[in-house]
């Protein structure tokens, strides 16, 4: 799923099938119920070969 987990919520990729998207929000709300699950449209970046997790990581200085 590629999702984040953070202080108190979960932010979770959706598709744009808001079916699906409800769906496995629900399946992510179930899971971590003492958190706030937000669901993000990452389409785009999900075509650039990432996800939310991915772009949360940090980046060593040069």
């Known amino acids: 799923m590629n999702f984040y987990i953070a202080n ?3 932010v979770v990729p959706t598709c744009g099938d808001r079916v699906a998207d409800d769906r496995s929000l629900g399946v992510i709300a179930e899971l971590f119920p003492d958190r706030k699950v937000v669901g993000v449209e ?3 970046i999900a075509q650039g070969g990432g996800g939310i997790h991915c772009i949360t990581q ?3 200085a040069a």
Do not use: I
């Open 8 to 10: 108190g919520g979960v």
């Open 42 to 44: 990452s389409v785009t």
């Open 58 to 60: 940090q980046v060593p």
